[in-house]
C-alpha cells in the first residue's frame, strides 16, 4: 500500500472519533512495505501534529467543507498538505503521489479537488498562513480549548509548552539498577558510539543523541535497559521503597513503572499490578519476561476492589491515574484531535473515584503516589485538594524533586524540549484508618 494511502486511513479512522493512532495505524502499518513504514508512520504522526493549522490551511483553500463520508479525501489532503510544509519530499513526489491515492479510495472525482488544493497550496501557503498567525490556534498547532486552557493555567508557560508539544520527544532509556550502574551503562554506550547524557532528575535516565532501534543498544534483550520518559522514572524512588513492603501499581500498563519498581528494591514482599484490561496486562507482563521480574497481574476495574483485593494491606500505592495525557502530546500527538474539553470533569471525577477505592487498602503508615501525565490542574492538584478535603486520615508528603513547579497540592512538571515529559505528584500519608 502506499504510504500515503495507508497514514491517510489511520488518520481518517482518527478524524472521524473511531480511533485513535495507536489502535488504527499499526493495522495501516501492516500493508505497507518494510521500508517505508518508518515514513508512514511520520506521515501519520506529524499530519496529527500539526493539524490544527492544516486544518485551517485547508478551510481557506477550498470552497466548501468536506462531507462526513469524505473524511478519507479529508485526511488525504491534510497529509499532502503536511508534506508540502514540514517534510522534505520533493513537491512534485508529495502532489502526485497524495492525489493518486483518491484512485485507492475508489473516489476518482477527488482527484482534480486534491490536485488544485495541494497546488495552490503549494504557491500561496505562506501568504494564507501569515493571515492566519493571528489565531493562537493555527500559531501553536492546538485546538482552541486545549490552547485556552494551557494559557489560563499557564499564562507565563502556556506558549513554551505548545512549543514542546509540537517538538519530536527524546529517546530516554531507564538503566537497570540490578544489572547495571548508570554511569556504567553510559560508558557501555561511549564504547559502541552512541552519544548520551544522563537525565538531570532521574538518577537511573539516560538521553540519546539521536533516537533509534533499542533492540540495537547494548543489553537491551539481557534487560540491562528500558525505554522510559524520565518524568515517569521518578515514580520508584518518590515512593521510598524498602524490603519487606507490598506494593500496588493501580492503572499499571504498558508496565514501565512496574518493572522500575521491581528493579528499585528487589527485597519488596511482592507488586500488584493492576489494569481495566487484560489486553493491556500482555505487555505488561512482556517486559516484566524481558527484565526477568515477577509481579502479580490482575485484569479489574481499579475502584471494584472487592473484585480483586485480598484484604491484605499494602505499604505503598501508586496510582497512575488515567487522565487527559496532555503532558505527553508530543508522544501522542492525536491526543489533539481525540480529547475534548469535556472529557476533563469526566476524568477528574473517575481520577477521584479511584483514590477514594484504593485509600481503604493502604496500611496506615503506608504511602500513596497519586501521578497522570497531564498538564491541566483540574486532573491534579485540584483532584488533591477534593480529596484531602474529604479524607481526615490523608495528609500530603513534600516532593522530593527539583523538576517541575510546587503547586497548592503536588508538583508539576511540564514537558520540556529536549528533555522529560509533562507529568504531576502529589504523594499522601496515610495516618490513621477511616472511622467505621
Known amino acids: 500500500m502506499n504510504p500515503r494511502l495507508a497514514a491517510a486511513k489511520a488518520l481518517a479512522a482518527v478524524l472521524s472519533g473511531k480511533a485513535s493512532l495507536n489502535s488504527s495505524l499499526p493495522t495501516q502499518l501492516d500493508k505497507v512495505e518494510e521500508r517505508d513504514r518508518g515514513f508512514t508512520q511520520d506521515l501519520a504522526f506529524g499530519t496529527a501534529r500539526w493539524q490544527p493549522r492544516l486544518s485551517a490551511l485547508a478551510a481557506k483553500l477550498l470552497q466548501k467543507p468536506f462531507k462526513g463520508a469524505d473524511v478519507d479525501v479529508e485526511a488525504l489532503l491534510l497529509v499532502g498538505l503536511y508534506q508540502l510544509l514540514y517534510s522534505r519530499v520533493p513537491a512534485h513526489a508529495a502532489i502526485g503521489e497524495t492525489v493518486g491515492c483518491a484512485d485507492k479510495l475508489k473516489k476518482p472525482w477527488a482527484k482534480a479537488l486534491l490536485n488544485a488544493v495541494l497546488r495552490r497550496a503549494q504557491r500561496e ?30 499564562p507565563e508557560q502556556w506558549e513554551a509548552i505548545c512549543a514542546a508539544n509540537n517538538a519530536h520527544p527524546p529517546m530516554i532509556l531507564r538503566v537497570n539498577r540490578r544489572h547495571h550502574t548508570r554511569d556504567a551503562y553510559l560508558a557501555l554506550l561511549g564504547e559502541a558510539g552512541i552519544p548520551a547524557i544522563p537525565c538531570q532528575y532521574s538518577r537511573d535516565g539516560i538521553v540519546l543523541e539521536t533516537p533509534g532501534d533499542v533492540r540495537t543498544l547494548p543489553g537491551f534483550s539481557e534487560g540491562w535497559i528500558s525505554v522510559q520518559d524520565e518524568a515517569a522514572q521518578l515514580a520508584a524512588d518518590l515512593l521510598e521503597l524498602a524490603p519487606g513492603q507490598r506494593v500496588l501499581d493501580a492503572c499499571c500498563a504498558p508496565g514501565g513503572k512496574t518493572c522500575h519498581i521491581l528493579e528499585a528494591e528487589p527485597k519488596l514482599a511482592g507488586v500488584v499490578a493492576v489494569d481495566l484490561e487484560a489486553k493491556r496486562l500482555v505487555r505488561v507482563k512482556e517486559n516484566l519476561e524481558r527484565l526477568g521480574l515477577a509481579a502479580q497481574l490482575i485484569a479489574a476495574d481499579g475502584r471494584d476492589t472487592g473484585a480483586w483485593w485480598d484484604g491484605k494491606p499494602f505499604q505503598r500505592i501508586l496510582l497512575d491515574a488515567p487522565c487527559s495525557a496532555t503532558g505527553v ?63 481526615s486520615g490523608a495528609r500530603e508528603l513534600d516532593i522530593a524533586t527539583q523538576a517541575g513547579l510546587k503547586q497548592p497540592h503536588g508538583r508539576q512538571l511540564l514537558a520540556q524540549e529536549g528533555g522529560h515529559d509533562g507529568f504531576y505528584y502529589a504523594k499522601l500519608i496515610k495516618i490513621a484508618a477511616a472511622r467505621g
Open 329 to 391: 502530546i508530543r508522544r501522542h500527538p492525536d491526543i489533539k484531535l481525540t480529547r475534548q474539553a469535556d472529557d476533563i470533569a469526566a476524568l477528574a471525577s473517575l481520577q477521584g473515584e479511584l483514590l477514594d477505592a484504593l485509600w481503604p487498602t493502604l496500611d496506615v503508615g503506608g504511602i500513596l503516589l497519586y501521578a497522570t501525565c497531564s498538564t491541566l490542574p483540574t486532573e491534579n492538584t485540584e483532584v488533591i485538594d477534593a480529596f484531602l478535603a474529604r479524607t
Open 125 to 154: 501557503s505562506e501568504t494564507l498562513l501569515a493571515e492566519l498567525e493571528h489565531d493562537p490556534v493555527v500559531r501553536t498547532a492546538h485546538p482552541r480549548w486545549l490552547q485556552k486552557s494551557l494559557k489560563a493555567f499557564w
